[in-house]
């Protein structure tokens, strides 16, 4: 297929508000036409104000007979004050203008809020026209965009089986705002101390796919990210630092083995394990690295099995999970099946320690089909570096294991609940947008055509959420 002509076929922009379809009960899209049947707009709001929604109904001959429209929100509580029941709803007034249902309400809470279209008098939920689901946000969390991404996988670069371009157009596809590689083995030996005989590719090498997606003006963002094991087993992430650690340790072997021959004395008085004492050193030596260099950083999947062990001791997941240094704890990760048992860790040791646990979530993927399986949502002022480290810092990140039908959502408590309402709501709008985009990220990189501007795309993100909130 031509490029112009698949544009041409892809990027109508009327096609925004309405691919905003409600997965919940008759809202569903069919199978053969992007619209849905009916539409609710907007969706999230600043709680404890009065604003307007307005509803469209796909059959308009609905209108021409008594409707009703049935709500209740998520605390359960009811306009006269009292706990509703099964199936107890208020019955909220509203208007039609120009066609539409429009309904002026008053969003108490931070919570989501449930409205019913039905005819009037109607109490089965067979006989219900439609239901829309919208989320009151207090104002912190209301002037914060929510996004998702990951840093965490590998390309042909390290161990990976597909190319970066390929694993970063898997990404588009999944609907993401950021993504990052974040490539091992490329800089030292897998488990050793770095060496001279080895390539260095070097710690800036996804600036060209940072400046390509710039060029073309495309909705997701590439950051700077590494993995970073300089001994042994435990691993950590540089997420968008300005300089690599390894590339570091590589170039400067003698200031690196000063470095942890003053953290291993330091720590020599604290364990008694020489493997302890040895890996603290070195986690201490990356942290601090990090944070010289603006990044973010992240312990790896702490619970990782290595042929039948862990990858580490008790007593040094404990000390690492403590660690007022790390900025992040990879709760989520697809290669690994003890997520749950890494979180009910780390909430043990955020028990011990008195404070939130920091978590974010990566696929850790070594091949296309695992991109999507583990992310992290992140609510931030913009999609930057600088935001996305305020948001772990702020305790505004989770950690999603997707593997299964419904994803587990890792964190924050209200975060929580939030994240599940955009993982129904949001998120499936952006990630159809994006697999569009993402065909034509593909096309341009395989036939090496000039960069075209897919300003088309960003644009159709901006009016879904112009539509989505109520700003």
């Known amino acids: 297929m031509k490029r112009r002509s698949f544009l041409s076929r892809a990027v109508s922009l009327s096609v925004v508000p309405m691919i905003a379809s409600s997965v919940f009960g008759k809202n569903k899209q069919s199978k053969t ?242 493997d302890t004492i040895e890996q603290m050193a070195v986690a201490d030596l990356v942290f601090d690295k990090v944070k010289e260099y603006g990044g973010i950083s992240v312990f790896n999947h702490p619970t990782w099995n290595i042929a039948g062990h862990l990858g580490m001791t008790d007593e040094l997941m404990q000390e690492l999970m403590m660690s007022d240094k790390c900025d992040a704890i990879e709760v989520a990760n697809s290669n690994y099946k003890e997520n749950v048992q890494a979180y009910t860790a780390v909430q043990r040791y955020a028990i011990k320690k008195g404070q939130q646990p920091r978590l974010v979530g990566n696929s850790d993927a070594h091949k296309i089909e695992k991109v999507g399986s583990s992310y992290t949502i992140a609510f931030v002022e913009d999609v930057s570096i600088a935001s996305i480290k305020k948001a772990i810092r702020n305790n505004k990140t989770l950690g999603v294991d997707a593997n299964n039908k419904v994803p587990m959502i890792m964190g924050d408590y209200d975060l929580v609940k939030y994240a599940y309402f955009l993982e129904a709501e949001y998120f499936p709008v952006k990630k159809k947008i994006r697999e569009m985009e993402a065909e034509c990220l593909k096309e341009t990189l395989n036939t090496n055509m000039g960069f075209e501007k897919f300003t088309e795309y960003r644009k159709k993100i901006a009016d879904f959420n112009n539509l989505f909130f109520a700003r």
């Not at 207090?138 to 042909?156: D, N, R, V, Y």
């Open 33 to 274: 036409n992007v619209l849905p049947q009916n539409t609710m707009f907007p969706r999230v709001f600043k709680a404890n104000t009065k604003s307007q929604i307005k509803i469209d109904l796909a059959n308009k001959e609905l209108l021409k007979k008594p409707l009703e429209i049935k709500y209740i929100r998520h605390d359960g509580f009811l306009k006269s004050g009292k706990r509703a029941e099964y199936r107890d709803y208020d019955s909220l007034d509203f208007s039609i203008k120009d066609g539409s249902i429009i309904i002026d309400h008053l969003f108490e809470g931070q919570q989501e809020h449930m409205f019913i279209v039905c005819p009037k008098g109607a109490t089965k939920p067979k006989d219900f026209i439609a239901r829309f689901v919208a989320y009151s946000l207090l104002p912190e969390m209301f002037a914060l965009k929510a996004i998702k991404g990951e840093f965490h996988m590998h390309s042909t670069i390290s161990d990976g089986k597909a190319s970066e371009a390929d694993m970063l157009v898997a990404c588009m596809k999944c609907g993401y705002d950021f993504a990052s590689m974040g490539d091992h083995k490329v800089m030292c030996d897998w488990f050793g101390r770095p060496k001279g005989d080895k390539t260095l590719v070097g710690y800036g090498y996804q600036q060209i796919s940072q400046d390509t997606l710039k060029k073309l003006d495309a909705s997701m963002v590439v950051f700077n990210a590494e993995e970073v094991h300089l001994n042994h087993y435990v691993h950590f992430h540089n997420f968008g630092g300005s300089q690599g650690v390894v590339q570091w340790a590589y170039e400067n072997p003698a200031e690196y083995e000063m470095e942890m021959e003053k953290r291993i004395s330091k720590f020599s008085k604290k364990y008694k394990s020489r």
